[in-house]
Structures are given as C-alpha cells and as structure tokens.
C-alpha cells in the first residue's frame, strides 16, 4: 500500500474509533445470538456463497469487456516476446481493482435489497429486543464487503462453522474412547490442523 494511502487509512480508523469511543453513552443494548450458531452460520454463509458466486460472474463479464482484449494481446506479446510481465501484472492489478470495486458496489445494492448476515445470526424477532436503528445500515455494508471478498473466504469461513458444527455434535454424542493399539499410541501426532485444512481446502 502506498505511503499516502496508508496514511489516510490510518487517520479514517482513528477518527471512527474515536467517533464510536465519544457516541458509547448513547449506543442501545445489542442482540442476543442466536442459540444454535453454528447452525446459524451455515445457513447465513451458504447463502452468502451463492451470492457471492453471481456477483463474481458478473465482473468477470465487465472485465471481459473492459481489459479482455488488452489482456490477450499482452498475452501474445509474451508469446511472441514483444511484451513484458509487468504488462500483464499491470492489467491484472487493474482488473483487480475493478472487481473489488464493482463487486462492492453489486454487493451494496443486493444487502440493500434484502441478503443480510448479522441478521441471520442475531435473535433478532425475540420478546423485548432493542430497537437499534445501526444494526440495519451496518449489515448492509458488512455483508456487501463479505460477498466482495469473494466465495473462496466465504467457503473458509464455511468450512469452519462445519468444523465446530461437527465437533459440537460429537461432543454432544459423550460417547467413550475407542481403545488403542499400542502402534495407534505409539505413533506421533502428526494430523492436519482443522483450520489450517479448510485454508487449504478453500485456497484457489
């Protein structure tokens, strides 16, 4: 990130942190989850997917049409060696760009239109909730940024609410430990770490 650009990131955070810290006294009671959360997430992350992975097309087509013949010319310079990496990098970079903006923007219009995330994971509809007139306006942007993200972190995220889903469920079962060989004992432990295997599983 450029000097400048890191800089104007900065002073943006601590003016909204210091906005947040001096507004606290007036700011409502949050929701209470919802009980079942890993079951929630699920729900709220596949269909965050699937939204995600129609906002993906379509800036594949808007940068078909913006840089697709560029990037193929470029491509045939390089096969030809009339072009550069650097010119491929500068297209792709630009493409880049162009995704993440227009994606945001697709991904504002369609929170706004109804797809929401804290609201599938907050009790949101139980007997006294607080009446919190941010919680609206903050879902919309915070699900517009997660489907700009792109389904890949999505899918991540996915993979560990099944991950928690299905060691909550297990733990639940208090079934005993199946006994051992002396080999199974002996032998390190060597597994893949949950986590560490849906990044890997989920890493295009």
């Not at 470029?74 to 297209?91: F, K, M, P, Y």
């Amino acid at each position: 990130m450029p000097k400048k650009s890191g800089l104007l990131f900065i002073i943006a955070l601590i003016v909204v942190i210091a906005g947040v810290a001096l507004s606290s006294s007036s700011l409502v009671t949050g929701f209470a989850y919802k009980k079942d959360m890993p079951a929630a997430a699920l729900a709220t992350l596949t269909a965050l997917i699937a939204v995600s992975l129609f906002v993906e097309r379509g800036m594949t087509v808007v940068n078909a049409i913006l840089y697709g013949e560029e990037q193929r010319g470029v491509e045939i310079g390089l096969a030809q060696g009339t072009a550069s990496v650097n010119d491929l990098a500068r297209i792709l970079g630009a493409k880049e760009r162009v995704r993440l903006l227009g994606a945001f923007i697709a991904a504002l219009f369609v929170s706004a239109a109804g797809v929401r995330t804290l609201e599938g994971l907050l009790d949101t509809g139980a007997a006294g909730h607080p009446v919190n007139s941010l919680l609206i306006p903050v879902d919309v942007v915070l699900t517009a940024a997660l489907i700009a993200g792109g389904s890949n972190g999505l899918a991540y995220l996915l993979q560990l609410a099944k991950i928690r889903l299905d060691s909550g469920s297990s733990a639940g079962a208090a079934q005993p430990p199946a006994p051992q060989s002396r080999d199974a004992a002996a032998k390190p432990a060597n597994a893949i770490d949950p986590a560490m295997r849906a990044r890997l599983m989920t890493t295009g």
